[in-house]
Each structure stands twice: as structure tokens, then as C-alpha cells.
């Protein structure tokens, strides 16, 4: 099964600039087969593998897909758990 949420790092070509975006995982495909994960807006679609390579989709017209794009998972947790992964039970 795939991971619900993805951490997508966006660098320049010298790894200096990094932007990450949180994406979570829609019902849609991709080109390849793979889910499409969107972040909250549905400006940042990526296409990932079941090895996480990424596949930047195009959500508008004159778009120029990043060419430096990992993908890292994140821990699933229940959205509906308001504690996430982070605490303990006392």
C-alpha cells in the first residue's frame, strides 16, 4: 500500500534553496500508474512511485517542472487523532 502523506523538498541546482510541501495522497493515478499526491491547494501534483521517485504534474498552464524534487515519507497517522505521532499516552 501507499504511504498517505509525502514530505516533497524542492532545491535549486546548487542545493542551496530548498522549499518543502506536505502532499497527501488523492484517489487519482498518474501517467504511470502511480498515485498522484496533491497538497492542500492543488497547485503542487506529483506523481510518486512505489520507490518514491517523483513525477511533477502540471496543475496549470505555463508551468516548467522543478527538475530537483525528493520525495520523503511521512509517518501515517489518523487525521482524526488531534495528539498526532509525536506524543505519548501518560
Not at 497527501?24 to 497538497?39: I, L
Amino acid at each position: 500500500m501507499s504511504p498517505l502523506r509525502y514530505e516533497l523538498v524542492f532545491s535549486d541546482d546548487t542545493d542551496s534553496a530548498r522549499d518543502v510541501v506536505i502532499v497527501e495522497r488523492t484517489s487519482a493515478k498518474g501517467p504511470g500508474g502511480h498515485p498522484v499526491y496533491a497538497d492542500p491547494t492543488n497547485i503542487i501534483r506529483a506523481e510518486i512511485s512505489d520507490r518514491d521517485e517523483v513525477r511533477i504534474l502540471a496543475s496549470g498552464g505555463h508551468q516548467a517542472p522543478p527538475q530537483h524534487v525528493l520525495a520523503r515519507r511521512l509517518a501515517d497517522t489518523d487525521p482524526k487523532d488531534p495528539a498526532g505521532p509525536s506524543t505519548s499516552a501518560a
